[in-house]
């Protein structure tokens, strides 16, 4: 912008000097041509004019130049004013662009996240479900149980009440049969002998009815019992194999969770292995060499100690002074990712 300045200047310099050189050449011409005297005051007017116009022009030169100045200053603004603009845009659209990238990365972190919680969410259902059905089980079994006992009460009383009345029936008849006997026993002796075989083979009937009915009953007890031990062992059976396929559902989850931790740790060691060759002096003795180091940290990642294990001295002293430089690797947030990082091993190889 100066230099444009000292050209302007120096135009309007040798412009006026310009006109100054053309005036003094016209006035020698006047001097040395044979003209009519003029009158000296006349003379001296025309040359104040013309030195006014000399400046008039000089001013309009001066104002032409100066009002180029301003619009190519203006010019000037206005590109650097949209270059500007041109950087702010650039530069907000690279902050959107990283803000999604890292929206995204959170949100599909947050989506493992949910899933496994999902998935633990499911096996606590189906556990709290299979204790459920087993209450439930229970319940019925007791009520059963009850019942039955409700039912073989109920079944005392009627056959003590059938007894009673059976006891008393006899005890009627015997009375009056020993009434009978007493009036008519020479009468009826014959009778009374034949009356008593019947009553004897009624007895053997009797007897014989009762037993049948225990057998009866003791056979339906035992298949009761059979029954139940058939719907036991089939419950088991299924409960067995629920039991089953709720074990290998949470194996599965665990192999993916396991899975998933595995990766996000060595994702962590390859930075940590970044973060220590950053700071590491390197030279090309170290080039194909090696070291084990051994580093723990702390939940937030900041290095308690490190130790060098097998491997060349110079890239293992090298190595532990890069990790104590550094002071603090990166760490997960994740429990149990945090939990194999915070114990590791690694075999360092410099990049030379």
């Known amino acids: 912008m100066k230099d444009n300045q000292s050209k302007y200047s120096v135009a309007i310099i040798i412009s006026v000097g310009l006109h100054v050189v053309l005036l003094v050449l016209l006035g020698l011409s006047a001097t040395s041509a044979p003209l009519k005297p003029q009158p000296k005051m006349k003379t001296i007017q025309a040359v104040v004019v013309s ?73 606590e259902r ?52 020993q ?6 026993n020479k009468r009826k002796k014959a009778e009374a002998a034949k009356q008593e075989r019947k009553r004897q083979e009624a007895e053997k009937k009797r007897v014989a009815e009762q037993k049948r009915k225990a057998a009866e009953k003791e056979h339906q007890r035992l298949a009761k019992i059979e029954r139940d031990r058939e719907e036991r062992l089939m419950q088991e059976q299924i ?23 595995l990766s996000e740790v060595d994702k962590y060691q390859a930075r940590i292995q970044s973060s220590i060759q950053r700071n590491m002096l390197t030279s090309d003795a170290m080039k194909g060499k090696s070291c084990a180091l051994n580093i723990r940290l702390s939940d937030s990642g900041l290095v308690l100690s490190v130790t060098s294990g097998k491997g060349d001295r110079i890239v293992c002293r090298a190595g532990v002074n890069a990790v104590n430089k550094v002071g603090s690797l990166p760490m997960s947030t994740d429990p149990d990712v945090a939990s194999k990082l915070k114990n590791i091993n690694l075999i360092f190889r410099p990049e030379i």
């Open 51 to 123: 030195e006014q116009a000399v400046k008039q022009h000089a001013d309009r030169i001066k104002r032409t130049e100066q009002e180029k100045r301003r619009k190519e200053q203006q010019r000037l603004q206005q590109a650097e004013d949209r270059i500007n603009k041109l950087n702010e845009e650039r530069r907000q659209k690279e902050a959107a662009i990283v803000k999604a990238k890292n929206d995204q990365r959170k949100a599909e972190q947050a989506a493992k996240r949910a899933e496994t919680k999902r998935a633990e969410k499911e096996v």
């Open 239 to 261: 409960e067995a194999e629920f039991a089953s396929e709720l074990e290998s559902e949470i194996q599965q989850l665990d192999a993916v969770r396991q899975q998933e931790v």
């Open 126 to 177: 189906k556990l709290a479900e299979v204790a459920a059905l087993k209450a439930e089980q229970h319940r019925l079994k007791k009520v059963e149980e009850r019942k039955k006992a409700e039912a073989a009460t109920k079944k005392a009383e009627q056959a003590a009440a059938a007894a009673d009345k059976k006891r008393k029936a006899a005890e009627e008849k015997e009375r009056k049969r």
């Open 179 to 184: 009434a009978a006997v007493v009036a008519e």
